[in-house]
């Protein structure tokens, strides 16, 4: 079974809409690691943001926020007002105690968004 | 800029042939991990060191082999190359020495290695 589950091969959003980019997971610890990163069409892999299971409250970090629903084991990634320059592929990755990678992070497939003006 | 450098950015080489990929950490940072991007199969997780030492393996071929030296730096080793080989290699680092704490993975900017 899939780790991180991410269901939207590809997304087009006008700009300024906000974008919602799911993400499903899969773990049996109690204690995990969610994270975003996005890949500009230049490759490099941008950290965007970070929750903690035991989290509470979700993360937010500028126009990005993260809509963590532990029960349902979702961890979308919101980005508010959508700019040109928010067109990517975005990665789900989450990091487990238990996990292959030590403390490494297993991804998910992505999502190619592209912001249309 | 992450502060995670990789050399060379593009690799042209042909099957058959070895090649080795480098890679310098951020300062500070004590992990090295090594990840595969092709189209096919995504993200695909290599191999970990921490502070010189193999911490895990993920799904690294035995043609494949990693080190990581007393300055931290790291060196991927590809040899008796093939034409699914060809994909963007990327570095990471990262402050993290276990659990699941929030120290992200941060990324050099990737080896494109293709195989001819």
């Known amino acids: 079974a899939q780790k991180i589950t991410q269901t939207q091969p590809g997304m087009f959003v006008q700009e300024k809409e906000a974008v919602t980019l799911d993400c499903t997971y899969d773990?049996?610890?109690?204690?995990?690691?969610l994270f975003w990163y996005k890949q500009p069409s230049s490759g490099e892999m941008i950290f965007l943001i970070y929750?903690?299971?035991?989290?509470?409250q979700n993360a937010t970090e500028g126009r990005y926020s993260l809509n963590f629903q532990k029960a349902r084991k979702s961890a979308n990634l919101v980005i508010s007002a959508s700019q040109l320059g928010d067109s990517a592929m975005y990665f789900c990755?989450?990091?487990?105690?238990?996990?292959?990678?030590?403390?490494?992070?297993?991804f998910g497939k992505g999502t190619h968004l592209i912001i249309q003006p | 800029d992450s502060g995670v450098t990789q050399t060379p950015k593009h690799l042209i080489t042909a099957t058959g042939q070895r090649v080795t990929l480098r890679c310098s950490p951020r300062?500070?940072?004590?992990?090295v991990y090594w990840y595969q991007q092709s189209l096919d199969q995504g993200l695909q997780f290599l191999i970990q060191?921490?502070?010189?030492?193999?911490?895990a393996k993920g799904n690294i071929l035995e043609r494949f082999s990693a080190q990581q030296f007393p300055d931290l730096h790291s060196e991927l080793n590809l040899s008796s190359l093939e034409l699914g080989d060809s994909a963007l290699y990327f570095c990471?680092?990262?402050?993290?020495?276990?659990?699941?704490?929030?120290?992200?993975?941060?990324f050099g900017n990737g080896t494109r290695l293709t195989v001819t």
């Open positions: 773990t049996s610890d109690q204690s995990y690691g």
């Open positions: 060191y921490y502070n010189g030492e193999e911490r």
């Open positions: 300062s500070g940072d004590l992990s």
């Open positions: 990755a989450m990091r487990e105690p238990s996990g292959g990678g030590a403390d490494g992070l297993t």
């Open positions: 929750q903690g299971s035991y989290d509470e």
């Open positions: 990471a680092s990262s402050e993290e020495t276990g659990g699941i704490g929030d120290s992200p993975l941060h």
